[in-house]
């Protein structure tokens, strides 16, 4: 595994790193099981699935607790917390696929196929360097023939805003091997790939400083799995403010 420092070089010059074996066949195939197992009961329950080129899985965590392994374990801590720093916390989690699938009663839009950051802007320009990382985890090949990210070279450099349907000429492949993770810096401008028949899985998990609002209130969900103490700090439980000046609230350390 690549040092934290030697990631961040990458970073720098690329805008991404790419991990490989990460995990191994055998992970991702017991991760690709569980997720395919909780597309099915939300197709079930009708619930929100992305759409019919797009799967999208928000939060897939909490219907199966053994996969915040993949929202947080050791080696991933060690590299977050060199990116970021110790109070850093997860801002988004989504499982995705990109491909054709057949969903017809579906009409819902799905994020992630025009050209964007997710970086946050101040006076039009994007912030530097990045407040926000992804990690996105290769469950399937991340290959240019089922749909992998495509990205702007040399864009995590500069603070311009994107259009969303302007046209790219020069762009590149995110390509990488099954077991990989891929950590990219926010700033990139990219997109997701052309869906195909092939399987595609992959996690695209948010991390930023604790100061940064997740995009959902993971406190308050019903049903909540019991999570460690260690998982609730990225989930932002430590982060919460208190409601007024007389409920101090301690956490944030």
Known sequence: MLSPNKILKELNLNGFSVIENFYSDKQCESIKIKLKKILEKRIKKKKYIGKKNTVILYNYFLE??????????????????????????LTSS?????????????????????????????????????LSYFVITAIDDFAKNNGCTLYIPGSHKKSYKIKKNQKINKFSYLEAKKGSIIILDTNLAHKAGKPSEQSRWSIFNMYSPWYIKPYYEYYNIKNIPTFSKKVKK?????????????KQRNTIV
Do not use: C, M
């Open 234 to 246: 990225i989930l932002h439980y430590n982060y919460i403010p208190p409601t007024d000046y007389n």
């Open 94 to 130: 989504a499982a995705r696929n990109k491909v054709i699938f057949p969903l017809d009663y579906r009409k819902e839009k799905a994020s992630g196929n025009k050209w964007h950051r997710d970086n946050r802007y101040i006076r039009g320009k994007s912030v530097r360097p990045s």
């Open 64 to 89: 199966d607790q053994s996969l915040i392994n993949t929202i947080y374990n050791s080696r991933l801590n060690i590299i977050l917390t060199k990116l970021i720093e110790k109070n850093y916390g």
